[in-house]
């Protein structure tokens, strides 16, 4: 089962977004009438605190973006445990978590978290920042390869590889880097991290694969920790 929530981030805009049947907002969404997703209140009590909270770290960063989060529900039943985050063609943040995610959140805390840990991507400017380095690297292997003479067939397939390299050399950075801001924008929408940190005991732990896309879940539990404790949380 496919988790963007544990998926790198160059895998969002493409093996997830193909998964999204229709979308609504959590305003709109109520959820199974036969009482099988008692979640859909709780789900737009908790987009409502942490889309506002995701808003206003946003508006506090350098960089020039688009703050206004749109947090939308996939309808598809059949769709996988899945929440990502992307941007429309706007350039409009939008979190999307589909129906068996939102089942599988054990409480609001867990929902908050994994919210929180998507919004901050955006915050942090992610795929922005992930194309700047795939970029960067792409060019850099292209220049090494001219330099030792290569045709530009094999200039090309550098700077394909390159591409590559310079996206995976950060990806576990940018994981973390989501955990810790996700923990302040679940602490400040009124949830607890450390509670919604759990659902990490849940999900597979990719353990630390060198060329693995995600780093350990303990790895991320501790950055929770540490943050959290900086928040002035007990544990
Ligand atoms: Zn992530």
Redesign the pocket.
């Known amino acids: 089962m496919r988790r ?4 790198p ?1 160059f895998l969002l805009l493409s093996a997830c977004a193909q998964g999204v049947f229709s979308v609504q907002s959590p305003e709109d969404w109520l959820g199974d009438a036969s009482g099988a997703e008692p979640t859909a209140q709780t789900f737009q009590q908790v987009s409502q605190a942490v889309g506002a909270e995701a808003r206003k770290q946003c508006l506090k960063q350098p960089r020039r973006q688009n703050c206004e989060f749109r947090i939308l529900v996939d309808l598809n039943p059949r769709a996988p445990a899945n929440a990502y ?1 992307t941007l429309d063609e706007n350039g409009q943040p939008v979190i999307v978590f589909t129906r068996s995610m939102i089942r599988s959140a054990q409480n609001a805390d867990e929902l908050a978290f994994v919210m929180g ?2 919004a901050a ?1 955006h915050v942090l400017g992610h795929i922005a920042r992930q194309s700047e380095n795939a970029s960067a690297s792409a060019a850099e292997f292209g220049r090494r390869e001219q330099l030792r003479g290569g045709d530009a067939a094999a200039i090309e397939e550098a700077q394909k590889l390159g591409a590559k390299v310079g996206v995976q050399a950060y990806l576990k950075d ?2 973390l880097e ?1 955990d810790q801001l996700g923990t302040i924008i679940t602490y400040n929408a009124g949830y607890n991290p450390l509670v919604g940190a759990k659902f990490f005991d849940r999900i597979p732990d990719p353990g630390d694969k060198f060329l693995g896309t ?1 780093p350990p879940n303990e790895q991320r539990v501790q950055i929770v920790l540490e943050t959290a404790a900086q928040l002035g949380l007990a544990q």
């Open positions: 963007c929530f544990v998926l981030l985050q840990h998507e991507h940018f994981e989501a995600h």
